[in-house]
């Protein structure tokens, strides 16, 4: 698979500040990109430079095998900010219109395709409504068909379902999905990690200006997994004690132990099968990317504490 999407040493500094501190990933054709970090980790930062509004002070961005010319190149992204890009006193409909065809659509394509999606979003009725009027979910579902009307090869979406009722955010996600499987690529930021593991192909988390992980989110599970397994048996016994394996959590007939070093998940079977108690299930507790995520953004921040200077 050939990549949309490369950062190579990417730093931009605001006076002592390094926003992002060396930073390389890619980006396959086709993906849904998960860009995740703390609040002020350089996530926008970096956003801002794929988009063009800002220039890194050094290194380089190669979109779709050439080098990123934000002035001719905005055309073929789509970006959705997280904070409102909408002029509150226009039409809907008017709005949708204008910003189209500053992307390029003359006016009869671009009315085609704005009825197209006000259609598949359950817009239609809202062409005359004012942009002010509307609630913050209805704004979130307008940002999105103008981030997306164009088809835009790379479309950048930033907290996509902020606002969004489950109904609606489940509308938005199987459109993402839609959009991959028509060739679109997708960075999708957000704070919501289970949303993350849900819609994601691959991921890089940031943190203080720097890439600390970069990978599938099936693989970076297994990374971290720490030897833990739930089993639940028919009836519980009231007394269970294994070399094998440590108890971590017990609620009526479902158990999650660790198995302890040198041993393996055979040998926790082994000690329920000799007990004479009937298995129901067997399962290996991958951690969640929430946990994965605290874990080193926590990490982060005790190793760049420990190297602070004093005032001694």
Not at 196 to 223: M, P, R
Not at 267 to 288: A, G, H, M, R
Request: glycine letters at 6%; aromatic letters at 8%.
């Amino acid at each position: 698979m050939s990549k949309i999407l490369e950062l190579k040493n990417l730093k931009k500094y605001y006076a002592t500040q390094k926003a992002v501190d060396d930073i390389s990933f890619s980006i396959e054709k086709g993906s849904i990109f998960g860009l995740l970090g703390p609040n002020g980790a350089g996530k926008t930062t970096l956003l801002r430079m794929i988009t063009g509004i800002f220039y890194p002070d050094q290194g380089e961005i190669i979109l779709d095998g050439t080098t990123f010319d934000p002035i001719n190149d905005i055309i073929k992204i789509g970006y959705m900010p997280e904070e409102r890009g909408l002029y509150k006193k226009m039409k809907i409909g008017d709005q949708a219109l204008y910003l189209a065809q500053l992307k390029g659509l003359s006016k009869s394509e671009a009315l085609e395709k704005i009825k197209f999606w006000f259609k598949r979003l359950e817009m239609e009725s809202w062409w005359n409504k004012k942009v002010e009027d509307l609630s913050k979910g209805m704004s979130q579902k307008l940002q999105f068909v103008i981030t997306v009307l164009h088809e835009p090869k790379l479309i950048i979406l930033d907290e996509p379902f902020s606002g969004l009722d489950p109904v609606n955010a489940n509308l938005i996600k199987d459109e993402i999905y839609g959009l991959a499987q028509r060739g679109c690529t997708v960075i999708f930021s957000t704070h919501r990690m289970e949303q993350v593991e849900e819609i994601c192909d691959h991921i890089v988390l940031v943190n203080l200006g720097k890439k600390i992980l970069d990978g599938t989110v099936a693989g970076i599970k297994q990374d971290f997994k720490e030897n833990i397994y739930s089993i639940k048996v028919h009836e519980m016994p009231a007394l269970i004690t294994c070399e094998a394996f440590q108890v971590v959590d017990q609620t009526a007939n479902l158990l999650t132990v660790k198995i302890n070093e040198g041993k393996n998940s055979n040998d926790v079977l082994k000690y329920f099968i000799q007990q004479n108690l009937t298995i129901e299930s067997f399962n290996e507790v991958l951690p969640s990317l929430n946990d994965i995520f605290i874990n080193l953004v926590e990490g982060t921040k005790a190793t760049t504490r420990a190297f602070q200077p004093t005032n001694d």
